[in-house]
């Protein structure tokens, strides 16, 4: 019994066969999504030769995602959910099923391609936000952290192994191939959404206004609601004030001598501490206050990259980089489980758009941060000085949202299911 409360709880997938169908589906995807993601940046560099055109793929696509977002967020509360996201994502099939067709033939010219990369994004500028409310819907309030541990490690599985599939198949059966078989993943996640019941607007609640107006009054419950606002804060201040991920070609430099095969281990410490934490999320999903477990989780990351960029043994620091994945998906699952128990269902789309929306820009943002830094002191203190000041503000948060931290009884109260 002790064991089982601390492993990843896999009781969603026991107790409901839609939300199961649904993870095994997005799951395949995210691993298709990362591999066609190699063979974008492979044809791009093999055609141009230029690193200004391998940016502008990142370029491609989150504009779409931050410019959409909250437009999309607004129309998937005017409609039914389960009939938007399989629109949004046989778009997204679509546009693989074209990359496909031009990897094959080899006449598209890099701005085509970039062209189908943001036209893909923005299908899923769509159907990322939608996406987010099906947990609520499909889950009792005691389950929704569970599945939302369940559903980031698939993605961590994914940025994990994902990539290095999509390499070995871009080299064996060429890009044209792998976007072929990012296009059949899709066939999976279709079949996971077409298991969904129907979720059209409640009836008792007025609908969500169109255009401009409904995306203000998503934007406008974000603001006024202390705890949801606090949340979307928490993961600013981690993020923006604290992002490293700039800064590793730098560190990898002064501590492994520049070495290429050493570079990536950074970013795959931090996906190893995520999968761990991942596995062993027992211990914090069933976690009655979960705005606690966020602002422990969030200072922990500044914490832990305070001491990456202190640690004068490279090895040291790849741990304390791991500490940091860990404390990175253990904020993420907590922040998603406070802002879906303090949000109205009708809402749902719109401020899942919202963090959708911060969790895309802030890790530009921060990543710019701390390259400016670097650019007129050190690595080490930019690493530092964005460390300190993500738990300063988190701290600040914390201090200022007593919503984040209910007292134990008011916490087992929230933790009971919903009659």
Do not use: K
Not at 70 to 77: K, Y
Not at 91 to 104: D, E, I, P, T
Not at 245 to 255: D, G, K, Q, T, Y
Not at 325 to 339: I, L, Q, Y
Request: glycine share 14%; charged share 10%.
């Amino acid at each position: 019994m002790g064991l089982e409360r601390v492993l990843l709880d896999v009781t969603p997938l026991r107790s409901s066969p839609a939300f199961r169908r649904l993870w095994l589906g997005q799951t395949l995807s995210g691993f298709g999504g990362q591999m066609s993601a190699v063979a974008v940046m492979f044809q791009i560099w093999r055609t141009t030769g230029s690193t200004a055109w391998t940016g502008a793929v990142g370029l491609a696509q989150a504009v779409p995602l931050i410019g959409l977002g909250l437009f999309a967020g607004a129309l998937a509360d005017r409609v039914d959910r389960r009939r938007f996201y399989l629109w949004t994502t046989g778009g997204q099939a679509l546009c693989s099923v074209l990359l496909a067709l031009q990897g094959f033939l080899g006449h598209l010219p890099p701005a085509g391609v970039l062209g189908l990369v943001a036209l893909q994004s923005c299908f899923g500028a769509g159907g990322a936000p939608v996406s987010r409310t099906f947990v609520p819907h499909l889950l009792p309030e005691h389950q929704r952290a569970a599945g939302l541990a369940l559903r980031r490690i698939a993605f961590q599985a994914a940025m994990l192994a994902g990539p290095a599939l999509g390499g070995l198949l871009v080299s064996g059966v060429g890009v044209g191939g792998c976007y072929l078989i990012d296009s059949l993943t899709f066939l999976a996640a279709l079949f996971g959404a077409l298991g969904l019941p129907p979720m059209s607007p409640d009836a008792d609640t007025e609908p969500a206004r169109p255009g401009l107006r409904g995306v203000r009054d998503g934007l406008a419950f974000v603001v006024r609601t202390p705890v949801v606002r606090g949340a979307l804060l928490t993961d600013l201040a981690a993020t923006v004030l604290s992002m490293p991920i700039s800064l590793f070609p730098l560190v990898n430099a002064e501590r492994f001598g520049g070495d290429p095969r050493t570079l990536g281990l950074f970013l795959t410490a931090v996906a190893v501490g995520g999968v761990v934490a991942s596995l062993l999320s027992g211990t914090f999903t069933r976690s009655p206050r979960p705005g606690r477990v966020m602002l422990l989780a969030s200072a922990t990351w500044g914490a832990a990259l305070i001491l990456f960029g202190l640690a004068s043994d490279p090895w040291l620091g790849l741990a304390f980089l791991v500490l940091a994945g860990a404390a990175d998906t253990v904020s993420v699952v907590a922040r998603s489980t406070v802002v879906q128990a303090h949000t109205p269902r009708a809402l749902l789309g719109r401020v899942g758009a919202a963090e959708q929306i911060v969790g895309q820009a802030g890790p530009d943002l921060g990543n710019l941060r701390g390259g400016l830094v670097a650019s007129v002191t050190t690595g080490t203190t930019a690493l530092v000085s964005g460390g300190l000041l993500c738990v300063l503000a988190v701290i600040a948060v914390g201090a200022t949202t007593a919503e984040l931290r209910p007292s134990p009884e008011a916490g087992e109260r929230g933790a009971r299911p919903s009659p």
